[in-house]
Nanobody, 125 residues
Framework: QVQLVESGGGLVQPGGSLRLSCAASGNIFSITRMGWYRQAPGKERELVATITSGGSENYKESVKGRFTISRDNAKNTVYLQMNSLKPEDTAVYYC???????????????????WGQGTQVTVSS
């Protein structure tokens, strides 16, 4: 009933920029919290940035000043603008949403944590 679709990843040189987007679809009432996480090979998934429905932002310390998270509530979409990219930013980036949606089976509102499929970001010369 709910799907998160990511886009915008790719290969860039150090110092370059990328803009990731994640659009949620389905019988959605609201998404209270949306965010981006990343996972490099052999490492655990880590938080990059989150934003609440009220616009409160939270960032991993190493990306502060370089990354900016934003959302469009009307489109159920979250963005991550990444500037001054470094090789250590290389990872698969995953979109996450705490989604309130309507369940056709239960015929009522349900809350669940959803993840996107991931998009590869590679920063290399």
């Amino acid at each position: 009933q709910v799907q998160l679709v990511e886009s915008g990843g790719g290969l860039v040189q150090p110092g370059g920029s990328l803009r990731l987007s994640c659009a949620a679809s389905g019988n959605i009432f609201s998404i209270t919290r949306m965010g981006w996480y990343r996972q490099a090979p052999g490492k655990e998934r880590e938080l990059v940035a989150t934003i609440t429905s009220g616009g409160s932002e939270n960032y991993k310390e190493s990306v502060k000043g370089r990354f900016t998270i934003s959302r469009d509530n009307a489109k159920n979409t979250v963005y991550l603008q990444m500037n001054s990219l470094k090789p250590e930013d290389t990872a698969v980036y995953y979109c996450n949403g705490e989604v309130h949606y309507f369940s056709d089976y239960a015929a009522q509102e349900i809350e669940y944590d959803y993840w996107g499929q991931g998009t590869q970001v590679t920063v290399s010369s």
